[in-house]
């Protein structure tokens, strides 16, 4: 009984293990450590946006994928805009963004 307990243990965690990185891994995409970084990259970039007055943070999605950022949502002006992507090319961890922000006046 005290085997089966931990087989059925460690089954759960091996199924686990597998599940959280292979589906993006086999998809191509990235890898588990990639994805931790593009999470922080993510956390970083927004919270600079929370920081910057000249930014609404609410109004601009962030989302990375090795190392590339993707702005995406509205602005109110082209000032904004342009400060916001500078925002994200100074943050660590980033090698590219992609500007696909809207200015909506």
Do not use: H, W
Not at 75 to 102: F, M, P, W, Y
């Amino acid at each position: 009984m005290k085997y089966v307990r931990a087989l059925t243990f460690a089954a759960l965690a091996g199924v686990t293990i597998i599940t959280a990185t292979g589906c993006s891994v086999a998809r191509d995409q990235q890898t588990l450590g990639s994805y931790v970084d593009d999470t922080g990259i993510t956390t970083a970039v927004k919270t600079r946006f929370a920081e910057d007055k000249s930014v609404a943070a609410t109004s601009i999605s962030v989302e990375t994928l090795n190392g590339t950022v993707q702005l995406s949502g509205f602005a109110k002006s082209q000032a904004e805009k342009d400060r916001a992507e500078a925002i994200a090319r100074n943050t660590k961890g980033v090698r590219e963004v992609r500007n696909s922000i809207v200015v909506r006046p």
